[in-house]
């Protein structure tokens, strides 16, 4: 699909007047347009370096795989943001593996991670930039770990659940058992047992294929 490089650069990537007509021109020559559907891996299980990921349309999901292999799920990204730890290969200080697919179907644009650090050791403030935005998103990282290690269960499901409604609107979530425990990087049988006792407390309603929250001021109350 082609597309206006300077416009898309100039909206997005605050470096752009900060670079020289070849630095502007390589850049462009970089990068490249993509379509996922729905819950296609765009970085991660090939175990090649993406580069950098800037969101035209859908959700991407950004999360991290046990040892056991079950998922975790660290941040999302909507239309304009930009993934860099999907170009960790171009940040040596990211020693994690992310995994990250596309949650619906998704356009992207990916800036090829050799351009991308040539462009940083020769221009400081696409390296700010990288640095900056890797920084944002990293405090998402520490935000979902400190999740996972220091809050009860029922806590992180009622921020999970609020989080969810704040996405979609409405009352109800369209996800299944089994895709909240995934998102949670939990078994499903613990996500289980906790929406039936969330639900015997009358704060959701537990449907086939779906949540729907009924108490919501209670169940901000559990997520403190």
Not at 126 to 152: C, G, Y
Not at 170 to 183: F, M, N, P, R, V
């Amino acid at each position: 699909m082609p597309f206006n490089c300077a416009d898309l650069f100039s909206r997005y990537f605050p470096f752009w007047d900060k670079l020289s007509e070849e630095e502007k021109k390589a850049l462009c020559l970089q990068t490249s347009f993509a379509e996922y559907d729905k819950g296609e891996n765009i970085h991660g299980n090939t175990g090649n370096c993406t580069g950098a990921i800037l969101v035209k349309s859908g959700i991407l999901r950004a999360y991290m795989l046990s040892e056991e292999g079950k998922e975790i799920t660290l941040y999302r990204l909507y239309p304009g943001d930009i993934c860099m730890l999907s170009a960790s290969c171009v940040m040596q200080s990211i020693t994690f593996d992310v995994f990250v697919d596309a949650e619906v179907k998704s356009e992207v644009y990916i800036i090829n991670s050799g351009g991308f650090a040539m462009l940083m050791e020769e221009n400081v403030y696409v390296e700010n930039f990288a640095l900056k935005t890797a920084t944002e998103r990293f405090s998402e990282v520490m935000w979902a770990m400190q999740q996972i290690l220091f809050m009860s269960f029922d806590r992180r499901l009622a921020v999970f659940l609020l989080d969810e409604l704040a996405k979609e609107g409405g009352d109800s979530i369209k996800l299944t058992q089994e895709q909240i425990a995934k998102y949670m990087g939990s078994a499903r049988e613990v996500v289980s047992r906790m929406l039936k006792y969330f639900s015997t407390e009358g704060l959701v309603e537990v449907a086939r294929g779906g949540v729907r929250v009924l108490d919501k001021p209670r169940l901000k109350k559990i997520a403190g």
